[in-house]
Structure formats: structure tokens, C-alpha cells
């Protein structure tokens, strides 16, 4: 794709009748560093605004040429240094403005020499951009104000089309390439998972709202919609996964939550407006159309604590979404599985609606989850898993629903209907569940634990599911535990036959995979 950048590109700026001036630019793929920046192939409708978040959080933009007959631009940046952290991060990542992929590498030239009155609104744009990052007032020149004094550090977020988790550690991965994020809190209002954060700098707080406004966490969902908030500051009570004082890692957890790791809430404490790495598992970003089009091109909320979240990231790259998630699940042990096992185990990555064992192959079966999505995150953690003593395999299947048996046909029980079930994990928009979306693992997470139930009787109730407890710790309140099996094995095993488990007085067990070790 870069085989037509080699050569020379003559650029004419004429001004008003003026001498014509030569801009001489000698772009090749071996180009070394530069801080003037080559973005080919852009959308023809594309702004000065939108060439300039480009740029935006990899440091300070100084100049902006606009060769829209050609479709490209040449951004300068403040410093070689940024230039270099900017073209290393779409090296990785694709950029992508209005969901048109754009290629960007190093000009030869070593600075941008503008004519600024042909070149009059983009340099228009570029002043009212710059007074915000100084601090200033913007310009109001070429007839539009494009950027107003930002009137609190305070944003406050909603995300829309949540398919996946949105932590309050991704929050702060994504908002802390524009400066030093100092307290979030997240909570849900209207069905909407939001949250309100808060900058050091109001600047910061522009500067996020202007790239971010828009755009996908993942790819396809989890659409960022930013306001500015009337709070100027927020008071953070407690450090947990719900709200976070970055300034005060030493606040409690409170609600019965244990305490955030020590040396954890130190990193998390640091000033971080570096960008993120791009290991594997980088998140593809696709602008919603609306808002600011994407300008990061990717998010990648890759901390340890939001390790859970990039693992929907993965299965988000290849672009099944949508209605008809099913899954081919192969391998079964045909004398143990049935629809109820298979909408536990699966129900903890979505909501299952169908389950059908095939009658003539009885260690296959289809599951019907909620959208594509969902079927992906099951398939992504559930694929090479082992249950019953077999390592399944899990694939997406080319069926769109699961058949129902027609009526009055006996199909031995091996088709089930779980669109109506209570036991949906996922029914409530924005639900604390999606952030306790874990790979299967040894330890297990459980909840809703009456008040008089003791360690020995839940040691005594998993050991009775055919495995071995390895540890166990309550949480605080005694409402919460970490149980350890032996084996992953063991605890899918456990959590089939003891997720929604009768305990008495109301209560029903409530048991899913854990990040956490004992």
C-alpha cells in the first residue's frame, strides 16, 4: 500500500495573486524521523478538527497543511519525539477517521512552511485547538468558533450499546492519554452504565471530550458520549471498582469490599499520560458517526486490573455482531451434558435463549446466546476447556436460531427453551456482571452466602461436587467468598451444579470464575 509514496509530491500555495511557493516534500517508506507527519488517503469531507485529533494526544500540534484535491494532510508536532510516538502507535493500529482506514507515516520535510492565507481556516482551527491546550482563550477566526473554555475538569461519560465490560480502570487507561486523571466514579442511571471523572487540568478535560466524544471502545459497541459535568470536583469516599481517588490510594474500600492491593493502587496512583503498548489483543476502534470520528483508532485497556476487559477486546476483532450468536459446541461427554450444564456454564459469558443436543450426534450441541457477541465472549473463554473429563471444542455455527421441536414431538428432553429464565446474568443494562466477565479458573467467586452459613458448610458443599477445596476467604461482610478447587476443571464442574444453589431462607447461591488466587 505505500508503493505510490515514493517520489517527490510538489505542493503550490498561492495566496491572493501572490508568488507561488514551493513546498518541496520528498515522502518515502525508509523516511527517517520527523515531526511533520504524512496522512494519505483521508475522507474528502474530512475537517481540520478531526486531521488534528489525529495528533492530539501524542503532544502538542503546531502546524496543519490541508491538501484536500489529494486527500491528505501534513500535521506538524511540537516535538521529533512525539512525532515518533505517534507514528510507532498507528505502526501497530490502523488510524481510522469517519471508519475509513488512513495511512500516516514521517515526512522528509522537516518543518511545515504554510502560506497562512491560503491556508487560512485550517490555521484558524490549529490557534483555537493550541489556546486550549495553553490555557487560553480560543480564536473565533474564519467566521466559527470551534472551541469554547472547557467549564469544569469534571466530564461526565455514558456509554452506550454496552456489550462489554466498561471498568473503571478502562475508563482510566483510555482518559489518561490526555493528562493526569485524579478520581472516577462509576454508577447507573436511566438503565446506563456513566461516570463522571475528573482531571487535574480542565484543558485535560477538553482535550478528552474533543477526541473521545464519539467514539468505540470496542469495536462496534461501547460508544463514549462526554459532557462536561456542573460538579468541579468529586468526592471520592471509597477505592473500589465502583469509584476510585487516585490522589488517595490509602481510602478504604468500604460496602464489604476487600482493599485494593497496595502496590497496585501506587501504579494506578501515578501520573499516566503516556500511551498504552500495542501487544496482541489491540482493540480495533470504529467511530459511531456521530460525535468526534474516531481519532485514536484503538483503546487498549490492557492494566492488570482490566486484563478481563481487553479479553472482550480480543474476541471483538473479528466484527461478528449482531442477532444469531450460535455456537457449534463438539466433544461432549454425551453421558453426562445436558441443556441445564450447558446454559450454566455458557450463561456465565451471556444470556443463553436456546439449547439444543443433536439427536444423532449426542456430543455436539447448539447454543443460542443473545447476540454475536456474547457468542464470541463464550467462545473466546470456553473453546479447549475441559468438562465432563472432555476438552470441548466451540465454534460459531452458519445457523442463525436454535429450532424448536415441533409440537408434540418427543425429543427426549435434549432441546430446551431458556428465553424467559431468571437466571439471565446479563438482562440489566450496565449490571455490575459485566465487569466480573473472568476466564475459568480454580477459584471461584460467590455471593448472596446467608449469614449463618459457616466456611466448613460451603468446603463441605463444593467437596461434595467430585473435587478438592484447596483455600477459601470470606470477604468482610460474610456475604461474599473466594473458594479455590484444585483444577479449573473442578470449579466448571462446581459452578454447573451449584450456581442459583438453594441455601435456604431466599437465598440462592450465586457463583462465577474469579481473577484472584488465595
Same mark, same amino acid.
Given at each position: 500500500?505505500?508503493?505510490?509514496?515514493?517520489?517527490?509530491?510538489?505542493?503550490?500555495?498561492?495566496?491572493?495573486?501572490?508568488?507561488?511557493?514551493?513546498?518541496?516534500?520528498?515522502?518515502?517508506?525508509?523516511?527517517?524521523?520527523?515531526?511533520?507527519?504524512?496522512?494519505?488517503?483521508?475522507?474528502?469531507?474530512?475537517?481540520?478538527?478531526?486531521?488534528?485529533?489525529?495528533?492530539?494526544?501524542?503532544?502538542?500540534?503546531?502546524?496543519?497543511?490541508?491538501?484536500?484535491?489529494?486527500?491528505?494532510?501534513?500535521?506538524?508536532?511540537?516535538?521529533?519525539?512525539?512525532?515518533?510516538?505517534?507514528? =510507532?502507535?498507528?505502526?501497530?493500529?490502523?488510524?481510522?477517521?469517519?471508519?475509513?482506514?488512513?495511512?500516516?507515516?514521517?515526512?522528509?520535510?522537516?518543518?511545515?512552511?504554510?502560506?497562512?492565507?491560503?491556508?487560512?481556516?485550517?490555521?484558524?482551527?490549529?490557534?483555537?485547538?493550541?489556546?486550549?491546550?495553553?490555557?487560553?482563550?480560543?480564536?473565533?477566526?474564519?467566521?466559527?468558533?470551534?472551541?469554547?473554555?472547557?467549564?469544569?475538569?469534571?466530564?461526565?461519560?455514558?456509554?452506550?450499546?454496552?456489550?462489554?465490560?466498561?471498568?473503571?480502570?478502562?475508563?482510566?487507561?483510555?482518559?489518561?492519554?490526555?493528562?493526569?486523571?485524579?478520581?472516577?466514579?462509576?454508577?447507573?442511571?436511566?438503565?446506563?452504565?456513566?461516570?463522571?471523572?475528573?482531571?487535574?487540568?480542565?484543558?485535560?478535560?477538553?482535550?478528552?471530550?474533543?477526541?473521545?466524544?464519539?467514539?468505540?471502545?470496542? =469495536?462496534?459497541?461501547?460508544?463514549?458520549?462526554?459532557?462536561?459535568?456542573?460538579?468541579? =470536583?468529586?468526592?471520592?469516599?471509597?477505592?473500589?471498582?465502583?469509584?476510585?481517588?487516585?490522589?488517595?490510594?490509602?481510602?478504604?474500600?468500604?460496602?464489604?469490599?476487600?482493599?485494593?492491593?497496595?502496590?497496585?493502587?501506587?501504579?494506578?496512583?501515578?501520573?499516566?499520560?503516556?500511551?498504552?503498548?500495542?501487544?496482541?489483543?489491540?482493540?480495533?476502534?470504529?467511530?459511531?458517526?456521530?460525535?468526534?470520528?474516531?481519532?485514536?483508532?484503538?483503546?487498549?485497556?490492557?492494566?492488570?486490573?482490566?486484563?478481563?476487559?481487553?479479553?472482550?477486546?480480543?474476541?471483538?476483532?473479528?466484527?461478528?455482531?449482531?442477532?444469531?450468536?450460535?455456537?457449534?459446541?463438539?466433544?461432549? =461427554?454425551?453421558?453426562?451434558?445436558?441443556?441445564?450444564?450447558?446454559?450454566?456454564?455458557?450463561?456465565?459469558?451471556?444470556?443463553?435463549?436456546?439449547?439444543?443436543?443433536?439427536?444423532?450426534?449426542?456430543?455436539?450441541?447448539?447454543?443460542?446466546?443473545?447476540?454475536?457477541?456474547?457468542?464470541?465472549?463464550?467462545?473466546?473463554?470456553?473453546?479447549?476447556?475441559?468438562?465432563?473429563?472432555?476438552?470441548?471444542?466451540?465454534?460459531?455455527?452458519?445457523?442463525?436460531?436454535?429450532?424448536?421441536?415441533?409440537?408434540?414431538?418427543?425429543?427426549?428432553?435434549?432441546?430446551?427453551?431458556?428465553?424467559?429464565?431468571?437466571?439471565?446474568?446479563?438482562?440489566?443494562?450496565?449490571?455490575?456482571?459485566?465487569?466480573?466477565?473472568?476466564?475459568?479458573?480454580?477459584?471461584?467467586?460467590?455471593?448472596?452466602?446467608?449469614?449463618?452459613?459457616?466456611?466448613?458448610?460451603?468446603?463441605?458443599?463444593?467437596?461434595?461436587?467430585?473435587?478438592?477445596?484447596?483455600?477459601?476467604?470470606?470477604?468482610?461482610?460474610?456475604?461474599?467468598?473466594?473458594?479455590?478447587?484444585?483444577?479449573?476443571?473442578?470449579?466448571?464442574?462446581?459452578?454447573?451444579?451449584?450456581?442459583?444453589?438453594?441455601?435456604?431462607?431466599?437465598?440462592?447461591?450465586?457463583?462465577?470464575?474469579?481473577?484472584?488466587?488465595?
Amino acid at each position: 500500500v505505500w508503493c505510490d509514496i515514493a517520489g517527490v509530491f510538489l505542493i503550490y500555495l498561492t495566496a491572493n495573486g501572490s508568488d507561488s511557493k514551493k513546498l518541496r516534500v520528498e515522502d518515502s517508506m525508509d523516511s527517517p524521523p520527523s515531526r511533520v507527519i504524512h496522512i494519505r488517503k483521508l475522507p474528502s469531507e474530512v475537517s481540520e478538527t478531526e486531521v488534528i485529533a489525529l495528533g492530539l494526544p501524542f503532544g502538542k500540534v503546531t502546524n496543519i497543511l490541508m491538501l484536500k484535491g489529494k486527500n491528505q494532510a501534513f500535521l506538524e508536532l511540537g516535538t521529533e519525539e512525539a512525532a515518533v510516538t505517534m507514528v =510507532n502507535y498507528y505502526t501497530a493500529v490502523t488510524p481510522q477517521v469517519r471508519n475509513v482506514p488512513v495511512f500516516i507515516q514521517y515526512s522528509n520535510h522537516k518543518e511545515l512552511k504554510t502560506d497562512s492565507a491560503l491556508n487560512q481556516r485550517a490555521q484558524a482551527v490549529l490557534q483555537a485547538v493550541s489556546a486550549v491546550q495553553e490555557g487560553g482563550s480560543p480564536s473565533s477566526a474564519a467566521g466559527e468558533s470551534v472551541l469554547t473554555p472547557a467549564p469544569s475538569p469534571v466530564l461526565r461519560i455514558i456509554i452506550d450499546n454496552m456489550f462489554y465490560p466498561v471498568t473503571l480502570d478502562v475508563l482510566q487507561q483510555i482518559f489518561s492519554k490526555f493528562g493526569t486523571v485524579m478520581k472516577i466514579i462509576t454508577f447507573t442511571k436511566n438503565n446506563q452504565f456513566q461516570a463522571l471523572l475528573q482531571f487535574s487540568d480542565p484543558v485535560n478535560a477538553q482535550q478528552a471530550k474533543l477526541s473521545l466524544d464519539g467514539q468505540n471502545i470496542y =469495536n462496534s459497541c461501547c460508544t463514549l458520549r462526554i459532557d462536561f459535568s456542573k460538579l468541579v =470536583n468529586l468526592n471520592v469516599k471509597y477505592n473500589n471498582d465502583k469509584s476510585r481517588d487516585y490522589t488517595r490510594p490509602e481510602l478504604p474500600a468500604g460496602d464489604g469490599q476487600p482493599p485494593m492491593d497496595p502496590s497496585v493502587a501506587a501504579t494506578l496512583g501515578k501520573d499516566s499520560t503516556s500511551l498504552l503498548g500495542t501487544p496482541s489483543g489491540m482493540v480495533t476502534s470504529y467511530s459511531s458517526g456521530g460525535g468526534f470520528p474516531s481519532s485514536l483508532g484503538a483503546i487498549s485497556p490492557l492494566s492488570a486490573a482490566a486484563a478481563a476487559a481487553a479479553a472482550a477486546g480480543r474476541v471483538a476483532l473479528s466484527g461478528h455482531t449482531g442477532p444469531g450468536g450460535v455456537l457449534l459446541v463438539s466433544n461432549l =461427554n454425551e453421558e453426562m451434558v445436558t441443556p441445564q450444564s450447558l446454559f450454566t456454564l455458557f450463561g456465565v459469558y451471556g444470556d443463553v435463549q436456546r439449547v439444543k443436543i443433536l439427536y444423532n450426534k449426542k456430543d455436539s450441541a447448539l447454543i443460542q446466546m443473545s447476540d454475536g457477541n456474547q457468542a464470541q465472549l463464550a467462545m473466546s473463554h470456553l473453546n479447549g476447556q475441559k468438562m465432563y473429563g472432555k476438552i470441548i471444542r466451540v465454534t460459531l455455527s452458519k445457523h442463525q436460531t436454535v429450532q424448536l421441536p415441533r409440537e408434540g414431538l418427543d425429543d427426549q428432553g435434549l432441546t430446551k427453551d431458556f428465553t424467559s429464565s431468571p437466571l439471565h446474568r446479563f438482562k440489566k443494562p450496565g449490571s455490575k456482571n459485566f465487569q466480573n466477565i473472568f476466564p475459568p479458573s480454580a477459584t471461584l467467586h460467590l455471593s448472596n452466602i446467608p449469614e449463618n452459613v459457616t466456611e466448613e458448610d460451603l468446603r463441605l458443599l463444593f467437596s461434595n461436587s467430585g473435587g478438592t477445596v484447596k483455600a477459601f476467604k470470606f470477604f468482610q461482610d460474610r456475604k461474599m467468598a473466594l473458594l479455590q478447587m484444585s483444577t479449573a476443571e473442578e470449579a466448571i464442574q462446581a459452578l454447573i451444579d451449584l450456581h442459583n444453589y438453594d441455601m435456604g431462607r431466599g437465598h440462592r447461591l450465586r457463583v462465577s470464575f474469579s481473577k484472584s488466587t488465595i
